[in-house]
């Protein structure tokens, strides 16, 4: 086991030395490459460089693309919820009209009857109506006003009774 990790060490060594002695060229230009090594490294940076470039492009138009797509999505999902609102609307609107006409709501206040099902429509019709047909004017108070043969006379009265009572 020992020797094992010696020989781990012995590696560890060799690779820091390795890299110090590259640390004095450019990173990846060992010194020790011929002409023909050098116009190979020089190839494959820039295959790989442009590579890189082509890869980045081809990400951003697949993030277009996708981007596109999701609006397409967004939007169809947005006109099927108003589609749905727009169903709704006119579905509430149908229900408060045919209550309305069922009880006799003049079309005119129709638009009064609030609800949402048509037990909440007929008892806010019920109530609408009720209040249509209450009498607007008051009723007489009887307190109030002249009271038959024991209110108070005129003037004219007291005179003309006067004058009786003397004859």
Excluded: H, W, Y
């Excluded at 450019?26 to 442009?50: I, S, V």
């Excluded at 749905?84 to 579905?91: K, N, R, V």
Aim: negative net charge; aromatic residues 2%; hydrophobic residues 35%.
């Amino acid at each position: 086991m020992s020797e094992q990790s010696n020989e781990q060490q012995a590696q560890a060594g060799e690779n820091e030395e390795g890299q110090n002695q590259g640390a004095g060229t450019t990173q990846g230009e060992p010194a020790d490459l011929g002409e023909a090594g050098k116009k190979a490294l020089a190839a494959e940076r820039d295959a790989r460089k442009a590579a890189e470039k082509a890869s980045a492009d081809l990400k951003a138009k697949l993030d277009q693309i996708e981007k596109a797509n999701l609006s397409e999505l967004e939007k169809a999902q947005l006109a099927a919820k108003e589609a749905q609102d727009q169903l709704a609307e006119i579905t509430r609107q149908n229900l408060r009209n045919s209550v309305a006409l069922a009880k006799g709501v003049p079309a005119d206040l129709a638009e009064f009857l609030t609800g949402d099902t048509e037990d909440e429509l007929n008892a806010k019709a019920d109530t609408l109506l009720a209040r249509l047909n209450a009498p607007t004017t008051p009723l007489p108070d009887p307190s109030q006003g002249a009271r038959g043969g024991d209110g108070q006379k005129s003037v004219a009265d007291q005179f003309a009774a006067a004058l009786e009572g003397r004859i």
